[in-house]
Antibody
């Protein structure tokens, strides 16, 4: 059973880069089975898909975030990473990493990490 | 504004049955599998239904999913107070080349 755990700064200043890591255990991030997603949820609001990376390294990004976004994997550390550049207060949210398959998103979820964008 | 439409809230008494709808269009629900998620406030979402109607291991058969055309439905029978949560539908959108979620439906068990 996969286990996912997000980590990173809880406070980021406006215009800076938000960087989060998702550590994966119970399976290999380079497995030819899984897709790896980032999803976020602003306080009191619904889920917003940020993007995903496939086992082959193909990335798919939310069009509204694409210009600021990088999702990558570090196979040596079995980690997934997220970078969002030039953040604003609108990027304040709980950020989740999740893993699924080609036909389903989010079979496994991390517990989420709150990131606040504030000066 | 999401491309998937859900009612903001539904309610029913314990033991009753409730359905939650998710309406989309051809590029999303019409052409792709639908998943459903349950999120108890303060916790991470949990996958309830994938590939329109399949349940992951451990999800009771009180939860069911269906899809017809460009709409999908989540059904919950034998409602329990523990079912109070927000429910989201999700699918891939071929036009956006992106995964999309519905706006979420808050279930209240009276």
């Amino acid at each position: 059973q996969l286990q996912l755990h997000e980590s990173g700064p809880g406070l980021v200043k406006p215009s800076e880069t938000l960087s989060l890591t998702c550590s994966v255990s119970g399976g290999s991030i380079s497995s030819s089975v899984y897709y790896w997603d980032w999803i976020r949820q602003p306080p009191g609001k619904g889920l917003e898909w940020i993007g995903k990376i496939s086992y082959s390294g193909n990335t798919y990004y939310n069009p509204s975030l694409k210009s600021r976004l990088t999702i990558s994997v570090d196979t040596s550390k079995n980690q997934l990473s997220l970078k969002i550049m030039s953040v604003t207060v609108a990027d304040t949210a709980v950020y989740y990493c999740a893993s699924g398959f080609s036909t389903s998103l989010g079979n496994y979820w991390g517990q989420g990490t709150l990131v606040i964008v504030s000066s | 504004q999401s491309v998937l439409t859900q009612p903001p809230s539904v309610s029913a008494a314990p033991g009753q049955t409730v359905t939650i709808s998710c309406s989309g269009s051809s590029p999303n629900i019409g052409d792709n599998y639908v998943s459903w998620y349950q999120q108890v406030p303060g916790t991470a979402p949990k996958l309830l239904i994938f590939e329109n109607y399949k349940r992951p291991s451990g999800i009771p058969d009180r939860f069911s999913g269906s899809k017809s055309g460009t709409s999908a439905t989540l059904g919950i029978t034998g409602l329990q107070t523990g079912d109070e949560a927000d429910y989201y539908c999700g699918t891939w959108d071929n036009s956006l080349s992106a995964d999309v979620f519905g706006v979420g439906t808050q279930l209240t068990v009276l």
